[in-house]
């Protein structure tokens, strides 16, 4: 019989998997009452894409985190995991062949991931003559932050 070990990268123990549920459902609320919080779509998006093929709990946290965020703050409806999709089917795998270094590859999926999401919800806000997010700095704090955090996990 085969032990598993704990100290694995590839097994998700239960107190991750609580803490996962727990920030995956908090954290959206926060960020619908502190505006100054960003909404981590770059992060999400970059665990989503990593972990297509892994972990499967993974996915299905970013999953919702990015629909609890959608509905939490108004936003377009499954236009970020549209965003995400888009981009695993047709940027993600030749911009991983193209870049070798993994830190590279997290920075330049993540800029990817937020720039084209913004430019869409921006797209979405002319198309429908709405205003869900405003271009000012506000908006590059967020970016720069979910980058910055990403570099840090």
């Known amino acids: 019989m085969h032990k598993r070990n704990y100290l ?3 097994v998700v123990g239960i107190k991750a ?3 996962i549920l727990l920030f995956v459902i908090g954290y959206p609320l926060l960020v619908s009452i502190y505006p100054m919080l960003p909404p981590f779509i770059g992060l ?3 665990i989503m894409i ?3 093929k892994k972990e499967k709990i993974y996915i299905f946290g970013s999953l919702l985190y990015l629909l609890n965020l959608d509905l939490n703050l ?3 409806l499954f236009l970020s995991l549209f965003n995400i999709i888009f981009i695993y089917m ?3 795998t030749p911009l991983k062949r193209l870049v070798r270094c993994k830190v590279c590859l997290l920075f330049a999926l993540m800029v990817t991931i937020d720039f084209l999401y913004y430019f869409l919800i921006f797209l979405y806000d002319f198309i429908f003559g709405t205003s869900t997010a405003v271009a000012d700095v506000l908006l590059l704090y967020f970016i720069t932050i979910d980058i910055l955090l990403g ?3």
């Open 8 to 10: 694995d990268e590839n």
């Open 50 to 52: 990593l972990n297509l």
């Open 90 to 92: 047709f940027i993600y």
């Open 151 to 153: 570099m840090l996990l």
């Open 74 to 76: 108004s936003l377009p």
């Open 17 to 19: 998997k609580i803490f």
């Open 44 to 46: 999400a998006g970059y």
